[in-house]
Nanobody
C-alpha cells in the first residue's frame, strides 16, 4: 500500500504564498503521476496540477502562472508552490498518486491523501 501525507496548508491573506508538500511512503515500486486536487465547500473536486515522473506538467487554467508543481522522485515527494493566492483558492487540497507497489508490480493504482486546508482571506 501507499500512504500520502500532505502538509503546508494554512491561513494566508490574498496575494500571499503557501507551499504544499505531499510525501508518499509504503511499498512503492514506482510513482507515475502525482497531482494536486482541491475541493471547495459545495463544489466538486477539481484538478489543480499534475506532474509525470519525467517532469511533464499540466495546470488548471485558474492557477496557470500562479502555481508551480514539482517533485523529488528520489524522495517520492511532490510540491505545490502557490503564489498570488486569491480567496477563490480556498479549499481542501488533496494529493493524488498513481503508483505500483511490491504487491502489484505490474499495475498502477490510485492513492489519495487526506487533504490539507488552504484558506485565503480577502
Amino acid at each position: 500500500q501507499v500512504q500520502l501525507v500532505e502538509s503546508g496548508g494554512g491561513l494566508v491573506q490574498a496575494g500571499g504564498s503557501l507551499r504544499l508538500s505531499c510525501a508518499a511512503s509504503g511499498s512503492i515500486l514506482r510513482i507515475n503521476v502525482m497531482g494536486w486536487y482541491r475541493q471547495a465547500p459545495g463544489k466538486q473536486r477539481e484538478l489543480v496540477a499534475r506532474i509525470t515522473s519525467s517532469g511533464s506538467t499540466n495546470y488548471a487554467d485558474s492557477v496557470k502562472g500562479r502555481f508551480t508543481i514539482s517533485r523529488d522522485n528520489a524522495q517520492n515527494t511532490a510540491y505545490l508552490q502557490m503564489n498570488s493566492l486569491k480567496p477563490e483558492d480556498t479549499a481542501v487540497y488533496y494529493c493524488r498518486a498513481e503508483a505500483s507497489t511490491v504487491r502489484t508490480p505490474l499495475s498502477l493504482s490510485e492513492y489519495w491523501g487526506r487533504g490539507t486546508q488552504v484558506t485565503v482571506s480577502s
